[in-house]
């Protein structure tokens, strides 16, 4: 017979458990499509990239990059969440979000109507 704390604590772990899985699930769910050339990007990539692109084919502009490392972030930060001892992606994470400010810097040196588009847009802070 089990004991009213240890059918709490099984409870608790199945709840965690499909919490897990469900996020699991959304990152899978990052579909890859044909670009027509020889790599490969997920669909998801390639909307963000048509999205921010400021002409055909734009793919270096600062917007295209901030937004795919904006994208990155978001997955690593839901990988984090699930694996919370990963500390290596935590390092990897934190090179992105440093990378993603710098290139923000940039673009605010560059262009500051473009930049508060840009920040609105995407939703982020200052």
Do not use: F
């Not at 059918?7 to 199945?14: A, P, R």
């Not at 978001?74 to 500390?87: G, M, P, R, S, V």
């Not at 923000?104 to 930049?115: A, T």
């Amino acid at each position: 017979m089990t004991k009213p704390s240890e059918k709490k604590i099984e409870k608790k772990l199945e709840k965690k458990i499909e919490v897990k899985v469900e996020k699991v699930e959304k990152i899978k769910e990052v579909k890859v499509i044909d670009t027509g050339t020889k790599t490969q990007l997920p669909e998801n990539k390639q909307k963000i990239i048509d999205e921010y692109a400021q002409k055909k084919g734009d793919t270096g502009s600062p917007e295209v990059q901030v937004a795919l490392l904006s994208y990155k972030i978001q997955n690593l930060a839901a990988h984090l969440e699930i694996n919370k001892k990963d500390n290596h992606s935590r390092r990897g994470l934190l090179k992105v979000i440093a990378k993603r400010r710098r290139i923000i810097n940039y673009l605010q040196r560059l262009n500051v109507k473009r930049y508060k588009v840009l920040i609105n847009k995407l939703g982020l802070k200052k």
